[in-house]
């Protein structure tokens, strides 16, 4: 027993080569000189917040941002703006940049001015509740003290409140920005932004604050205002500033003013143009170009090349793609599954238009193989009508051409065949004759 349990002890002493030795996986990454692509990576992390002078193609946008930031100087409130305009296009990044640099002169004035920033899109809910809960905890976090407010438990009135008292205890001028402001849907027939703005828009007369408050509304369209309660739309008056989408000569120029976040020589010959090209076929997005550009580097660093190339851009677009329509479909139900991929099979051998009556047809034929419900056109149609909410795809009423009559053309916005390979990966398409689908879809649209 003893020479057992020496054997025993020994090998529970010994190194294990799959998690202990010197020459394990995790040593070879985490140890030795580990050489990179990057000199400093924040500046491809679209999240940073960079100086003025990297920002391109915006001039008009910062001139109006800065002469509305300026009142906070001369101790007057600043006017709301409103900041328009498609994704990526830099309404974020160009009035949290001059925020700062108001920051930096406020200070040297002995002005006590900061702003506050919620992107009501990543929230748990898109209640009022919620909303005014977070922008107490940021705002309670720029001023340095607690905000010790539960969640749940206390009124939205009490919260709005101590969010009011920190702000009058702690600021002579603070600006709340609020993103994706669309989202702050909440529950009544009055969406919950409606409230919020009305809120924060009379803050000054009805609450006895002497903070100089306002705010910045960050949304993609202005079309947000159609919903305002008379009483907000009376009562908040913002300044427009229009966002247009970049070109790929405009995105060429804010990814070389962001080459710094490489060292030197570490950007191969066509890698900013190739980028740029993809941001512009994704509507001009600065923020998905910039992302593309720091994946392509991690793919580079993951391989050990010191040279990031073409081939690790459309590597890196290819996982982005992957992975956007891969959180799309991962949120669909059954039904809506097999209308998607019905839509994508007749897509794909159509040069990328799907009519829905054809699409209907290979949506029946794969429920037969699939021995599932078969929902009626209507119900089918409506399933893809949801799906364009998500950015998948889009829907036009044409007539003439398929057998004449009017009908649904639905065209995706996603590569077709990402979208096709993301629904096969789930088991159960396993048993769907893929080819024969796409035989009888090519007869139908003949």
Same mark, same amino acid.
């Given at each position: 027993?003893?020479?057992?349990?020496?054997?025993?002890? #020994?090998?529970?002493?010994? $190194?294990?080569?799959?998690?202990?030795?010197?020459?394990?996986?995790?040593?070879?990454?985490?140890?030795?000189?580990?050489?990179?692509?990057?000199?400093?990576?924040?500046?491809?992390?679209?999240?940073?917040?960079?100086?003025?002078?990297?920002?391109?193609?915006?001039?008009?946008?910062?001139?109006?941002?800065?002469?509305?930031?300026?009142?906070?100087?001369?101790?007057?409130?600043?006017?709301?703006?409103?900041?328009?305009?498609?994704?990526?296009?830099?309404?974020?990044?160009?009035?949290?940049?001059?925020?700062?640099?108001?920051?930096?002169?406020?200070?040297?004035?002995?002005?006590?001015?900061?702003?506050?920033?919620?992107?009501?899109?990543?929230?748990? *809910?898109?209640?009022?509740?919620?909303?005014?809960?977070?922008?107490?905890?940021?705002?309670?976090?720029?001023?340095?003290?607690?905000?010790?407010?539960?969640?749940?438990?206390?009124?939205?009135?009490? #919260?709005?409140?101590?969010?009011?008292?920190?702000?009058?205890?702690?600021?002579?001028?603070?600006?709340?920005?609020?993103?994706?402001?669309?989202?702050?849907?909440?529950?009544?027939?009055? $969406?919950?932004?409606?409230?919020?703005?009305?809120?924060?828009?009379?803050?000054?007369?009805?609450?006895?604050?002497?903070?100089?408050?306002?705010?910045?509304?960050?949304?993609?369209?202005?079309?947000?205002?159609?919903?305002?309660?008379?009483?907000?739309? *009376?009562? +908040?008056?913002?300044?427009?500033?229009?966002?247009?989408?970049?070109?790929?000569?405009?995105?060429?120029?804010?990814?070389?003013?962001?080459?710094?976040?490489?060292?030197?020589?570490?950007?191969?010959?066509?890698?900013?143009?190739?980028?740029?090209?993809?941001?512009?076929?994704?509507?001009?997005?600065?923020?998905?170009?910039?992302?593309?550009?720091?994946?392509?580097?991690?793919?580079?660093?993951?391989?050990?090349?010191?040279?990031?190339?073409?081939?690790?851009?459309?590597?890196?677009?290819?996982?982005?793609?992957?992975?956007?329509?891969?959180?799309?479909?991962?949120?669909?139900?059954?039904?809506?599954?097999?209308?998607? +991929?019905?839509?994508?099979?007749?897509?794909?051998?159509?040069?990328?238009?799907?009519? *829905?009556?054809?699409?209907?047809?290979?949506?029946?034929?794969?429920?037969?193989?699939?021995?599932?419900?078969?929902?009626?056109?209507?119900?089918?149609?409506?399933?893809?009508? #949801?799906?364009?909410?998500?950015?998948?795809?889009?829907?036009?009423?044409?007539?003439?051409?398929?057998? *004449?009559?009017?009908?649904?053309?639905?065209?995706?916005?996603?590569?077709?065949?990402?979208?096709?390979?993301?629904?096969?990966?789930?088991?159960?398409?396993?048993?769907?004759?893929?080819?024969?689908?796409?035989?009888?879809?090519?007869?139908?649209?003949?």
């Amino acid at each position: 027993m003893a020479d057992e349990l020496g054997s025993s002890t #020994k090998e529970k002493n010994e $190194p294990d080569s799959a998690s202990g030795s010197e020459d394990s996986i995790v040593d070879d990454i985490l140890g030795g000189d580990r050489r990179s692509v990057f000199a400093d990576k924040s500046l491809v992390d679209s999240n940073t917040i960079v100086d003025h002078d990297r920002i391109y193609g915006r001039d008009e946008q910062l001139a109006a941002e800065a002469r509305a930031f300026r009142d906070t100087l001369d101790g007057e409130r600043p006017p709301d703006l409103l900041l328009y305009g498609p994704s990526g296009t830099g309404k974020s990044l160009t009035v949290k940049s001059v925020a700062e640099k108001v920051k930096e002169r406020a200070r040297e004035a002995n002005i006590s001015f900061d702003y506050v920033s919620v992107n009501f899109k990543t929230m748990e *809910s898109y209640t009022l509740d919620r909303a005014v809960w977070k922008l107490g905890k940021q705002t309670a976090k720029r001023a340095g003290v607690s905000w010790d407010i539960p969640q749940k438990g206390v009124s939205t009135d009490e #919260k709005y409140v101590q969010l009011y008292d920190i702000a009058d205890r702690h600021f002579d001028a603070l600006v709340f920005i609020l993103d994706e402001i669309d989202a702050l849907t909440g529950r009544g027939d009055e $969406p919950a932004y409606s409230r919020l703005l009305y809120s924060l828009s009379r803050v000054m007369a009805e609450q006895h604050v002497d903070t100089l408050i306002s705010t910045v509304v960050v949304t993609n369209s202005p079309r947000f205002r159609q919903n305002l309660d008379s009483r907000s739309d *009376s009562s +908040y008056n913002p300044n427009g500033i229009h966002f247009s989408d970049y070109n790929a000569n405009e995105l060429i120029e804010i990814l070389n003013r962001r080459r710094d976040a490489f060292v030197d020589g570490a950007l191969g010959e066509g890698v900013i143009k190739l980028v740029a090209a993809y941001g512009a076929r994704n509507e001009g997005d600065a923020r998905r170009a910039i992302d593309l550009l720091r994946d392509a580097g991690e793919i580079a660093n993951s391989k050990g090349d010191t040279t990031v190339t073409e081939d690790h851009v459309r590597a890196a677009n290819d996982s982005v793609v992957k992975n956007r329509v891969l959180e799309i479909v991962r949120g669909l139900s059954l039904q809506k599954k097999l209308t998607v +991929y019905a839509a994508a099979i007749v897509a794909d051998i159509n040069s990328g238009a799907a009519p *829905s009556p054809a699409v209907y047809k290979i949506y029946k034929l794969i429920c037969h193989n699939l021995d599932s419900d078969i929902y009626t056109q209507e119900t089918v149609n409506s399933h893809i009508d #949801k799906a364009e909410t998500y950015g998948l795809l889009e829907t036009d009423r044409t007539s003439g051409g398929y057998k *004449s009559g009017v009908y649904l053309l639905f065209r995706f916005e996603e590569p077709v065949s990402a979208v096709i390979e993301t629904l096969e990966e789930d088991s159960m398409f396993d048993d769907i004759d893929s080819e024969n689908l796409r035989e009888t879809a090519a007869q139908l649209c003949s």
